[in-house]
């Protein structure tokens, strides 16, 4: 996406702002130097092409912009905030920065466009079993264990358990392959 709106200006930054996931592979960070080597890993990794920038140790910007380890924000030019959300979303940026170029073209023609305040509740595909997967591999055994207890701990056992009951048969399929 940040390629695609390159050609209107739009600039797309990635703040690493903390280990969202701390595990015994990547723990969390006890240094600004360490931070800086997670933010490069993740680069790596996953082959970012947007410029990453990192928060400092303590994590202020990170709590200035509120905190969540997922969020999105569209800035203009001035500072000015167009669109927050609390989780990155590919399909509702897009809605937004299409708005942003619909209005610029607006202005483009002379034609007043006044802001306004929108609140909406968009839903989001949650596939939990894809993302502790995920995670699994990534993050490692810790990772994980901590996840499913933040699953039970704020959506309940009924939200945890065919997490728990996936991460069970998991671990219980490697230790089978480990030793045969």
Do not use: C
């Amino acid at each position: 996406m940040a390629e695609e709106f390159k050609e209107h200006g739009i600039s797309f930054v990635f703040v690493y702002t903390r280990e969202a996931h701390p595990s015994d592979e990547r723990p969390a960070h006890t240094s600004i130097e360490h931070k800086v080597g997670h933010a490069r890993d993740m680069v790596r990794r996953w082959d970012i092409k947007r410029p990453m920038l990192v928060d400092d140790i303590e994590g202020t910007m990170h709590r200035a912009f509120g905190a969540l380890p997922n969020m999105t924000y569209i800035l203009s030019a001035n500072g000015t905030v167009l669109y927050r959300a609390s989780w990155t979303d590919e399909r509702t940026i897009r809605i937004a920065l299409e708005q942003i170029l619909f209005e610029r073209g607006l202005r483009r023609n002379r034609i007043r466009v006044s802001p306004y305040y929108v609140e909406w509740l968009p839903g989001r595909t949650n596939e939990r079993l894809v993302f502790v997967e995920g995670l699994a591999n990534d993050a490692g055994a810790r990772a994980v264990e901590e996840f499913i207890d933040a699953v039970e701990h704020t959506a309940g056992e009924a939200a945890a358990r065919p997490v728990r009951e996936w991460w069970t048969e998991r671990q219980t399929s490697t230790a089978a392959t480990e030793s045969g």
